[in-house]
Nanobody, 122 residues
């Protein structure tokens, strides 16, 4: 099972910014969609943003205009630039990817990271 690694979370004041990173192993053959999810206290996990391999993006309404998802296909990485943060953005942020571990993989695999905590103080 492939494990993704998130980084960049932390404590920030309302109105501030953070940039999250997600890394897949360099040995991965190919990655299709990469997404960021989040799970706030007592809430269900929700989709925040998705980026296709070609760079097409989509966002949850709650983050449109404030968050930007991007990726670096050469480094098997995805990023989430978060701006104008509010306490409602406080959550554990998870990276997710549909990937092909090797050129011999018969099917794609859906991988998750362990999450990174983002806390926004008022």
């Amino acid at each position: 099972q492939v494990q993704l690694v998130e980084s960049g979370g932390g404590l920030v004041e309302a109105g501030g910014s953070l940039r999250l990173s997600c890394a897949a192993p360099s040995s991965i053959f190919s990655i299709d969609n990469m997404s960021w999810y989040r799970q706030g206290p007592g809430a269900q996990r929700e989709l925040v943003a998705t980026i296709t391999r070609r760079g097409a993006t989509s966002y949850a309404d709650s983050v449109k205009g404030r968050f930007t998802i991007s990726r670096d296909n050469d480094r098997n990485m995805a990023f989430l630039q978060m701006s104008s943060l509010s306490p409602e953005d406080t959550a554990i942020y998870f990276c997710n990817a549909d990937l092909w571990p090797s050129s011999f993989s018969p099917v794609s695999e859906n991988a998750w990271g362990q999450g990174t905590q983002v806390t926004v103080s008022s």
